[in-house]
């Protein structure tokens, strides 16, 4: 029996703390899957505002320092216009330029051949020993190559028109890379015969750039229209490599973004590199339009790279202590609800008992009262009414049960006192019979024999007859006698006779 009940009162407790538990996990998994899939999307958005942001304000910081070279190179070219005869001066405007401007890594102005009548070629030459040094180094010409067969002064003459080189390894043997600013020279009449070559170091320019870091392990890129880096956290990979280099032949994802950022397209993407996922956010790098400024694109792109870590690293760390805490919030949780469920069902618990207890017979035991007025109050007061109608039928069957068994116990009396009263009635029947048994063999015998008066004197009828009249009396004397004492002391009486 007690294992009964407690296969019937134990379950209902386990399944109501698991279904509450199942309950809570269930409403916290589907606001937890909305909240993380709003994280994640507003982690990407504001990834993406950050990398736009970063963008901007590089493209802002790299055009400001090209603006001040190119607004340095105005000014040294309207003061020079008016001394093209003394090439001395060229020298002199050359030194002035790079020492007045920090950003400039050298100066070169150098004319078309023959432009003086005593020189063939002239070229004047200024540069820094190194992009941040103040030691400036003087040379008549550049590389292996006349001047005149170098890019930087060949397009401008073609052209007249200012531009931005892409940059272009230093062949002075310093090891630099730079960008050139190519200012055509022209005379009164507007013929293209010089040109003024002004230098920016890239490693400048990387300094500015790879300082934009919109988190800890993103770094920002700088490409030409050919795709090779203007900027690169790494030197070497700058030098010599192109970004084409980096990109594997099953990478389409990359090389889309790839040429979709040298095509001059905003956008991002993801590609996989070094066996991280990373995400691209570029946009094409545009001058912005200033008073006076030639309005050539430079063809450039920039970019900053995140790896996936950054983008949701703090998503998913944040998950991880999410999680964490939502296991020692539900163990908490799952704690608290024992305790209140085990608070909750201490009267079943009570109630229980007290069935165990009438179920093992004892039908007086004590029902608490409750001031409860939920389910559970309700029930252990019906319960306690219960209880005591049945203490109360119980009784009133135990007192009935007691009544009967007294009745029973005179009925068991007055059966032996009847049985006892026949068996006397039968032994004095018994006695009477036998007593009575002598005289009416006398009065048959004198019957018999008066039957036969005939033969018999009158002396002898009086005789019998008298026989008759005694032995007539003695057995209604019997019959008295048995009528008169059926008690028990005359069943002795008749025993003792």
């Known amino acids: 029996m007690k294992k009964t009940l407690k296969k019937v009162f134990s379950p209902p407790s386990l399944r109501l703390k698991v279904a509450i538990i199942l309950e809570v996990v269930l409403l916290l998994s589907v606001m937890l899957s909305v909240m993380f899939a709003f994280s994640r999307k507003t982690l990407r958005q504001e990834a993406m505002q950050n990398a736009e942001e970063t963008l901007e304000g590089l493209v802002q910081q790299v055009d400001k320092v090209l603006l001040g070279v190119e607004q340095s190179s105005g000014n040294i070219y309207w003061d020079m216009m008016a001394h093209f005869n003394e090439p001395e001066r060229m020298w002199t405007y050359c030194h002035r330029l790079v020492e ?11 004319f078309k051949p023959n432009f003086y009548p005593d020189q063939e070629l002239f070229m004047a030459y200024v540069h820094r020993l190194k992009y941040d040094s103040p030691e400036l180094v003087e040379a008549e010409t550049y590389g292996s190559l006349p001047y005149t067969q170098q890019p930087w002064f060949t397009k401008p003459m073609q052209t007249c028109r200012s531009l931005w080189m892409d940059p272009q390894k230093d062949e002075t043997g310093e090891g630099a890379t730079f960008i050139t600013f190519c200012l055509p020279i022209s005379d009164r009449s ?8 002004v230098d920016v170091s890239l490693g400048l320019l990387s300094e500015i750039v790879l300082a934009a870091k919109p988190s800890s392990n993103s770094y920002s890129i700088m490409l030409d229209r050919s795709g090779n880096y203007i900027v690169h956290p790494e030197r070497e990979v700058r030098v010599n490599q192109t970004v084409f280099q980096h990109i594997g032949e099953g990478e389409k994802h990359t090389r889309d973004a790839v040429e979709a950022m040298l095509g001059g397209a905003t956008g991002n993407g993801l590609f996989h590199l070094n066996g991280k996922d990373w995400h691209i956010f570029y946009k094409p790098f545009v001058r912005s339009a200033v008073q006076g400024r030639s309005s050539g694109d430079v063809n450039w792109s920039i ?14 760390q944040q998950l991880r202590h999410l999680f964490f805490n939502i296991f020692i919030g539900l163990l908490a949780f799952f704690v608290l609800t024992r305790l209140v469920i085990s608070m909750q069902l201490k009267p079943l618990r009570m109630l229980t008992e007290s069935v165990q207890s009438m179920a093992d017979g004892n039908y007086s035991v004590t029902v608490p009262d409750t001031t409860r007025e939920d389910e559970i109050g309700m029930f252990q007061q019906h319960f306690k009414k219960m209880q005591h109608a ?3 039928s119980i009784g009133e069957q135990q007192q009935l049960t007691a009544t009967l068994k007294g009745q029973s116990e005179r009925l068991r009396e007055i059966y032996e006192h009847t049985q006892t009263t026949a068996d006397v009635k039968r032994n004095l029947l018994h006695n009477f019979t036998s007593q009575m048994l002598v005289p009416s ?12 008066y005939q ?4 002396e002898e009828t009086q005789r019998e007859a008298g026989i008759i009249k005694q032995q007539s009396t003695v057995i209604l004397q019997l019959l008295d006698q048995m009528l008169e004492a059926p008690s028990p002391e005359l069943r002795k009486e008749v025993g003792h006779e």
């Open 441 to 452: 063999q006398h009065i048959a015998n004198s019957a018999k024999k008066l039957y036969d």
């Open 100 to 110: 007045c401007n920090t950003d400039i890594m050298g100066c070169a102005i150098a």
């Open 455 to 458: 033969e018999l004197s009158p």
């Open 190 to 197: 507007g013929e293209c015969v010089g040109v003024m070559a």
């Open 390 to 392: 049945l203490e109360s």
């Open 303 to 316: 970019g900053v790279i995140y790896p996936e870590e950054d983008v949701l690293g703090g998503y998913y």
